[in-house]
């Protein structure tokens, strides 16, 4: 079976700071899995090994099958990302935004029209499409980095705490949103964060603490495992808190 | 990957750079209103003040405003080098940056767009300061505007390449203020954009020897030559030496295996 996402006994330091210990973890296409974990877990160093934004010290990553640091041209090719930070620029419209991002993947302007229309419409800000990204909400933003995210069509989408900082209902939009991709497009989806709520009962989480993947699985595998009555009570209980 | 691939991704790093260059009208008012500042009182203060002898390539003798105009022109170059470096630490710190490196395409070649993109920008500010500069006299031979072309786009690659490499190496943009201080400035005053090098000669021998090895001397000669049409050989090796230098620093420097990004990643 195809694995979206396979890392194996990935371990990265900085300087004689542990971010990252023997991390292994598979995540198959159209698998929404959260990846939950307190801040300064690793969830961000993780990230950036995919992304290849630092080379990978031990270990291996895989995108469906192509090694990120051997073949970072077809795995990168994959692979959707939202950072934790803004990543858009303030200065310019919308379109403007999307039409540089589908510039970096090499797509042709023509074609490039068409899906930037498709993926504004699909998360509803087809009016804004001229505005400048300085002139958006916060939960505005983050959806247009979701749909730049979606432009050039990858197969795994990695979202790193994507609804922080946003109101309840921007946060539930986003998450609609992501969860309806991950069923409609068999998208893989890895979705750090570390506000519980975000997650529903039959999902697969794994949890990482102090750079160490302590537990993964369904939801219910998980509180079943650690005695405890929901997932909340269950990464406490893992985490020590 | 295919060409057109390349193609499409350096067009759109170019047409960003435009658009922001659009967008952000200021920054090109300040680029041109800095050399116009030292030409229009500096120069004029102190062209009583130094006299320039018969230097290649003038043919005559000179008024001040015209023997510092490369110099001038070397410094818009520079401070749009260290603008569009110091707008990649702000970008890495805001995020923008990572958006363009997880790109499949390969990292050199996006880090020289990038540069490219900034050259590019930095050309413009540079032929609307030479319009300017002619009603000051500053009027090079009709030639020299289009052979000064290549000698913009190698020295707009070394000051930007050495920003790049500079905004590799920096932390947090803080700190960027400091090092714009200490290479700037430096760069400028101990170079042969103010001063002819026989005058720094005379008085001091090691301070020549720092300002013939300083590698913005290179781009002020290998402007001021081109302006006039001429190569120089020397300026021009050296040139295209540093240029190299630097743009092997920084793609090493946003290298994912040896950069430093890496160290950045643990504060």
């Known amino acids: 079976m195809t694995v979206a996402l396979e890392i194996k006994n990935v371990s990265h330091n900085f300087g004689d ?40 010290n031990s270990g291996t990553i895989k995108i469906y099958g192509f090694d990120v640091r051997l073949n970072s041209v077809n795995a990168l090719k994959h692979i959707g990302v939202v950072f934790q930070q803004p990543t858009l620029d303030l200065d310019l419209s919308v379109k403007e935004n999307l039409q540089y991002h589908s510039s970096l993947h090499g797509i042709a302007s023509s074609e490039a029209e068409q899906r930037i229309d498709s993926e504004i419409y699909r998360i509803k800000l087809n009016d804004k499409i001229k505005s400048k990204v300085r002139s958006l909400s916060g939960g505005q933003r983050r959806r247009v980095e979701i749909a730049r995210s979606l432009l050039h069509k990858p197969k795994l989408l990695l979202l790193d705490e994507p609804t922080v900082g946003l109101d309840i209902g921007s946060r539930q939009m986003i998450l609609k949103h992501v969860k309806n ?10 979705w750090a964060t570390h506000l519980i709520d975000e997650i529903d009962k039959g999902e697969k989480v794994i949890v990482i603490n102090k750079g160490k993947v302590i537990e993964s699985g369904n939801v219910s595998k998980i509180v079943k495992k650690t005695r405890t009555k929901n997932i909340r009570e269950a990464f406490n209980k893992l985490v020590g808190i | 990957m295919e060409l057109i691939v390349y193609i499409r991704c350096f067009k759109g790093i170019v047409l960003r750079e435009a658009l922001r260059f659009i967008h952000q009208k200021e920054r090109f008012f300040s680029a041109l209103v800095r050399p116009l500042v030292w030409l229009g009182i500096f120069a004029a203060g102190f062209r009583s003040v130094l006299g320039v002898a018969i230097i290649p390539p003038y043919e005559t003798y000179i008024p001040y405003e015209v023997y510092i105009a490369p110099g001038l022109i070397a ?3 520079l401070f749009n080098g260290m603008q569009s470096s110091l707008s990649m630490v702000y970008d890495r710190e805001m995020g923008s940056m990572k958006t363009m490196l997880v790109s499949p395409i390969p990292r050199w070649f996006l ?22 500069a002619s009603l000051w006299d500053i009027i090079p031979p009709i030639s020299g505007y289009f052979t000064i072309l290549p000698a913009l ?115």
């Open chain 2, 111 to 132: 880090l020289i767009s990038k540069l490219l993109a900034g050259v590019f920008v930095s050309i413009l500010q540079v032929y609307a300061f030479l319009l300017i």
């Open chain 1, 17 to 56: 700071f542990t971010a990252l210990d023997d991390v292994s973890l598979n995540i198959s296409p159209g698998d929404f899995t959260v990846l939950l974990g307190l801040n300064g877990a690793g969830k961000t160093t993780l990230y950036s090994l995919i992304t290849r934004l630092y080379n990978n």
């Open chain 2, 153 to 267: 786009v190698v020295s707009g690659l070394m000051l930007g390449s050495l920003g790049m490499f500079l905004s590799s190496a920096i932390k947090q943009l803080e700190n960027f203020a400091g090092v714009m201080n200490f290479v700037i400035f430096p760069m400028f005053f101990a170079s042969s954009a103010l001063y002819p090098l026989w005058k720094i000669e005379e008085t001091s021998e090691w301070l020549y020897y720092v300002c013939f090895y300083n590698p913005f001397t290179y781009a002020v000669e290998s402007i001021r030559f081109s302006l006039y049409s001429q190569i120089n050989i020397e300026y021009t090796i050296g040139i295209l030496i540093f240029t190299l230098i630097f743009l092997i620093l920084s793609i090493l420097g946003y290298d994912p295996a040896r950069g430093t990004l890496q160290k950045k990643g643990s504060k």
């Open chain 2, 75 to 77: 410094m818009i170059q």
């Open chain 1, 181 to 190: 991709l991950c069923k409609k497009d068999n998208l893989a989806v890895l």
